[in-house]
């Protein structure tokens, strides 16, 4: 008797120490151990069996199983189809959840079930904007409903059929717990839905996330990020994100292209946009709608100002000579737009006509230019030996430079672009349009100085390609929109993320600029904003000067940021973010992942040693270093199995689960059946919150048979009473491993899970209670 006094002392103080949460659960658990040893309630072996438990070293072997799965990319695309939910109403994507949870469950242990959900449902939870609390434990409770499915999904199971075979009695088969199971899943998705939701508390992630997200908090990334969509009939449709010119003309980074409902992260500059795809970008919202956008520069639709304006030029064709002060300079560092007031409408050289880079082409003898602008200024030009055999042409510039291409663009009143020069404008710099003429007030201004102020109610006429015409008409016509809350966490996935990098102390680097360095073309990442002076700055990137201690917010792929962290240069803040998954491992991950599952449901080794041995092949094939290994064992639960093993040994040994379960029963025994379901199904399920099933089912097997025995009722009917109460282990963080992996990541207490696991143990037990009996009638 005072065994067993002192027995329930401990268990006393351990539950008033779970539910305080004063201090931690796996150091409970260890004073819970030594309380039983100091106090003889086990020896000292007993004690420390729990470390060399195969339940214990089974969930240990299969954290280090689901980190290769994890680290190949299998648990992502495992669970990569429940990312189209994540903007779904919260009550959608718990039912898709739970369910499949549930499915998984039926077809995988339980505890890795949990294990390969949990980060997909931290990375639903990032995407949708929600608190991972209202999405963990709701996995945690679809795995257990659904872990009993068949005869071999969960260790109960598996000891009530070996204890009807060992009693002489016709075992269950393994779907004979599929139909009660199915209901019970049904229910309980209904009630987290309809009502148990409102249980879930709202808390931050952990720490670690916090930190995560402190980039983006201090970057303020989710505020400059917007949405542009291209419409159907847009000349942008069919060109290269290099070629619209979203970057250079904008200012713009393209993070996403969301087509047809799918997103597709980080595409690349020669990537095509289709008509209506929607861009997900990075920029200065106020630079964007303060330059840009039809309500600032409108295309005139007839060209009545074109013919008004080109009626003042002439055209001409000239040599570059060898005497020539224009040889081997480039038109950016000749005068002839700055003094002489001429246009080059292009240039040929030799047999090659250079329609690219004009501005920064150096001349040669011989070089053939196409000129506009007044007849003086180009007659100026033979008179200063710049260009030989002249040939001047009135108007008609087509007829010259059949290339020639001009549009018409009208400032509005009220556009911001009144009052600024031209320069600022930035169409010569962004686009390789220049603004050759001016009507203003039904005059026309020939060669307008970079200088001149736009007014309002003027009709520039640009000259340039065809094609950038067509981008700038594009870009007017893109239509802006906000984007939806969330939307930095749909932009990261397992290949893709956004992360700071330093320049390293030991760099030579310092003073150089991201164009001296081509970043962008050497490590495929696009730099959002650096960091400098105490501020984030988002324009003018590419000629800023690095410093020691500037921080670069950089967006790509994960397996370029690790060649980023390869490089002496620099340094990744985040060395995680520089982890791109072995996805050429992916194929050798899921072989030793199924050999695993089929060696323990065929019985062919303990699942323990199946367990093990996955663990070891996982490391050995290079699916994960021996390093990540032993980070990814949750040593917490560890330490909270191991120590609690003990606690089973102790309740055998004073006879206090028999002792409670048998009077119980003695006194519901003459009530009918289902009141004797009620009482087992009571005993066995408070006995779940405390003692690990596989313990409770050899104490509770003999019970439910001696009952059955004495009271004539079906042994099936009880012993699925057991089977379904030992699987019933909601309320306690202590009852499962898959309540305990969610417990850190979701911030959960005690308490948490009693107030939700309770009504669904209630449901649950109703279920079998009313079920039980017409599925085996007693």
Known sequence: MLSLIILIAIIVAALVLFIGGWIAVDLVGLLVLSALALTGLVTTNEALAGFSSSAVITVLALFIISAGLSRTGIAYRLGQPLQRFAQSPEWLLVTVLMATASILSALINTTTVAIILLPTVMDLARRSGRSPSRLLLPMALGCLLGGPFTGISTPPNMMIIDALKSAGFAPFGIF??????????????????LGGSRLLPSRDALAKNRKANAVESSYQLDTHIFSLSIRPDSPLAGRTLGETRLGSALNLTVLALRREGEMRLA?????????GDTLIVHGSVEHYRRLYGSQHLRTEN????????????????????????LLGVSLAQSSLRREQRVHVLSLHAGDRKEQGDLLHHPMEQGDVLFLMGERESLEKLEQLGMLGGLEIVECAPEKVCPDASFMSVRVPEGSVLVGRTLAETRLGNAFALTVVGIERSGEARMMPAPDEVVQAEDILLLHGLDRDLAVLQGLQELVFSETPPGIVAELESQQVCATEVLLSPR???????????????????????????????????????????DGMLVYGPRKNLAAVARDRDFLVLDQSAAQAPLLEKAPVAAVIMLGVILSA?????????????????????????????????????????????????????????????????????????????AALFLVTVLGTQ????????????????????????????????????????????????????VMGPGGYRFMDYVKIGVPITIIT??????????????
């Open 302 to 325: 007839g060209n009545g100002a074109t013919v008004h304006v080109l009626k003042k030029f002439c055209t001409a064709r000239g040599v570059v000579t060898e005497k020539s002060p």
């Open 176 to 193: 004979d717990f599929t139909p009660i199971t199915g209901v019970i899943v049904l229910c309980g998705i209904a009630f987290v839905v």
């Open 507 to 549: 760099t030579n680097l310092s003073g150089k600029t991201l164009a001296d360095l081509r970043f962008r073309e050497h490590y495929g990442l696009n730099v959002l904003a650096i960091w400098s002076g105490g501020r984030a700055r988002r324009t003018g990137l590419q000629e800023q000067p690095l410093q020691f201690g």
């Open 601 to 677: 449901i065929l019985g062919l080794v303990p699942i323990s040693i199946a367990a093990l041995t996955g663990a070891a092949l996982m490391v050995l094939v290079g699916c994960l270093s021996m390093e990540e290994a032993y980070r990814s064992v949750e040593w917490k639960v560890i330490f909270l199995i191991a120590t609690l093993l003990p606690l089973g040994v102790a309740f055998e040994r004073t006879g206090a689960a028999q002792m409670g379960a048998e009077a119980l029963i003695v006194l519901v025994g003459d009530m009918g059946p289902r009141w004797v379901v």
């Open 690 to 741: 405390v003692i690990p099933t596989a313990a409770l089912v050899v104490l509770m097997s003999p019970v439910a048979l001696s009952t059955s025995a004495n009271l004539n009722i079906s042994p099936h009917l009880l012993m699925m009473t057991v089977a379904m109460a030992a699987s019933a282990s909601f309320a306690s963080p202590l009852s499962h491993p898959a309540h305990l992996l």
């Open 267 to 275: 595409p690349g500059p020669s990537d095509a946009v289709r008509g």
């Open 765 to 778: 037990m109703l279920v079998c209670v009313f079920l039980l009996p017409l599925f085996w009638p007693a």
